[in-house]
């Protein structure tokens, strides 16, 4: 089945375009993951559609990704399609106020277009190192703003194979979710509603925020970004601290010693030194605080 499956997916994306156990190490930003069965990189939005379809026909797992941020994948790697689309569906285009943008643009390419617009609204997202369909998937957000904040319109699949348009109301934004997550819809592009600002104010926003992810971030080591979402009420780094597991260490997994909201691959992590230190967080913090964490990092194959 894996070879018809790879056959069908190369008569449709490109024989160059495809590949059979791809290590997903080399596609996360925890540096974490074992291989997926096929992994594609599909140059058009129709051969991401044919893609999808092909999947769905022949009931076949898939997982659409961007720029591999916010996710684990297990260390026996993805049974189905890994499907890439930041290396090529990365269009930006710049329509007086508005930025329209494919699903796998860089957020930080995007806020540099806007710096270079003269467009403001969009500095939070500069150093969130993801891509535009994951953003409006989970409603990113970080210092303040959140991707509903600038959002009009998206375009998406639904899981009939149909093109379907979502002003911000039909998004149903939540704290990091969304209707395309709910619904599981996929992102094609979107449109954001920037404004005319100060370029020399918006540069300087943009390296005040620089500069405190730096001081504060543990961006030397390979990361998902932020582990736990933000409980009501709570900040998760700030529980982890206050439960004395700054510096805590499973394997190669630790508890970032510079933010507590971080897990970070100090080498040679597994998949399963991350998953059993999340574990061990939650149960720490829930003990001691009666609080539960919910990761925020999604885990994917198997473990």
Do not use: W
Not at 52 to 78: A, E, H, M
Not at 88 to 105: H, M, T, Y
Request: charged share 20%; glycine share 12%; proline share 3%.
């Amino acid at each position: 089945m894996r070879q018809e499956l790879y056959t069908g997916l190369c008569e449709i994306a490109g024989t160059g375009q495809v590949y059979q156990n791809e290590p997903m190490s080399r596609h996360t930003t925890f540096r974490i993951g074992g291989p997926a069965d096929v992994f594609v990189v599909p140059e058009s939005t129709q051969a991401l559609a044919k893609t999808v379809s092909f999947c769905r026909t022949n009931q076949v797992p898939f997982y659409i990704l961007g720029n591999g941020s916010n996710l684990l994948v297990g260390d026996k790697g993805y049974r189905g399609v890994m499907i890439q689309i930041y290396r090529n569906l990365n269009d930006i285009q710049v329509r007086g106020e508005k930025i329209c943008a494919q699903a796998g643009a860089m957020l930080s390419v995007i806020a540099k277009q806007a710096l270079a617009n003269a467009l403001t609204g969009f500095e939070f997202a500069s150093g969130i190192p993801g891509t535009l369909g994951g953003a409006v998937m989970m409603n990113a957000g970080a210092y303040g703003g959140e991707i509903k904040d600038v959002f009009q319109e998206a375009l998406v699949l639904t899981p009939e194979g149909e093109l379907q348009k979502l002003s911000c109301e039909e998004m149903e934004f939540g704290y990091r979710t969304s209707v395309v997550e709910k619904r599981n819809y996929i992102v094609l592009e979107a449109t954001l509603k920037l404004h005319l600002g100060d370029e020399a104010a918006i540069r300087q926003r943009m390296e005040e925020l620089k500069l405190q992810r730096t001081t504060k971030q543990p961006l030397d080591l390979p990361s998902a970004g932020s582990t736990f979402k933000r409980p009501e009420g709570y900040f998760a780094g700030k529980l982890i601290m206050d439960a004395g597991l700054r510096g805590f260490s499973v394997g190669g997994a630790q508890v970032s010693e510079k933010h507590c909201g971080f897990v970070v691959n100090k080498g040679g992590a597994t998949a399963a030194d991350v998953r059993e230190l999340m574990r061990q967080v939650t149960e720490r913090v829930e003990t001691q605080f009666g609080v539960t964490l919910e990761p925020e990092v999604k885990m994917l194959g198997d473990f």
